[in-house]
């Protein structure tokens, strides 16, 4: 059975920190590894991964897959209150429809 | 702006009764996807579709059916509601060509009573 499964459920910090969610995968037919931030509705795309040790990076965010041991890191540096949001790991499997495996999500709060 | 609209955005409705929700889309897309999320599990995948009439299970399809009857719609209906049915339904849908990640509309809160 595919299993996403992230650290630290929750988490919090003061503003200014630097923090990083873990995401460990048991995934058959692995394609990608996507990160979505969600705060009160819709999960948004923040990065897809495809290859082993290439980071993506936008602003304060990046992310970084190791297709070996099988996990990805999603570091925020400088945090902002505007951080603060339920973090979703997701693997994509192969095949047509190309389906995605969440974990539970990660709970960041931010405290100024 | 995904053009992704889901409807109703809220609904509480009693153990029992038939209920359907609506994704509609405005870009074509070929796959949509209907996911529900509870605490706890993040979403699970429910039901997904790749093209009119062409539609398969996913991991918690149990007591869901989904029809798409347009490339625009994709409904999802709970034949008969139970509360274990009570969540947060997501419908996302995927472009198509190369590395595209899925997209998400805003959700429906269901409420099973």
Not at chain 1, 25 to 31: A, G, I, L, M
Not at chain 1, 63 to 86: M, P, W
Not at chain 2, 38 to 55: A, E, F, Q
Request: charged share 20%; glycine share 8%.
């Amino acid at each position: 059975e595919d299993k996403v499964v992230q650290s630290p459920l929750s988490l919090v910090v003061h503003e200014g920190d630097t923090v990083t969610l873990n995401c460990s995968y048991e995934v058959t037919n692995f394609r990608s590894l996507l990160w979505y931030k969600q705060e009160k509705k819709a999960p948004t795309f923040l990065f897809m991964l495809t290859s082993s040790g290439i980071e993506k990076k936008s602003g304060r965010l990046s992310s970084i897959l190791d297709k070996k041991e099988l996990f990805s890191i999603l570091n925020i540096t400088a945090t902002q209150t505007g951080d603060s949001a339920v973090y979703l790991c997701a693997v994509e499997t192969r095949g047509g429809a190309q389906k995605l495996v969440f974990g539970q999500g990660t709970r960041l709060t931010i405290n100024p | 702006d995904a053009g992704i609209t889901q409807s109703p955005r809220h609904k509480v409705t009693e153990t029992g009764t038939p209920v359907t929700l609506r994704c509609h889309q405005t870009e074509n897309h070929r796959y949509m996807y209907w996911y529900r999320q509870d605490p706890g599990h993040g979403l699970r995948l429910i039901h997904y579709s790749y093209g009119v009439k062409d539609t398969d299970k996913g991991e918690v399809s149990d007591g869901y059916s989904v029809s798409r009857s347009k490339t625009e719609d994709f409904l999802l209906t709970l034949e008969s509601a139970t509360s274990s049915q009570t969540s947060v339904y997501f419908c996302a849908i995927r472009p198509q060509g190369g590395n595209q990640p899925q997209h998400f509309g805003d959700g429906t809160r269901l409420s099973i009573l």
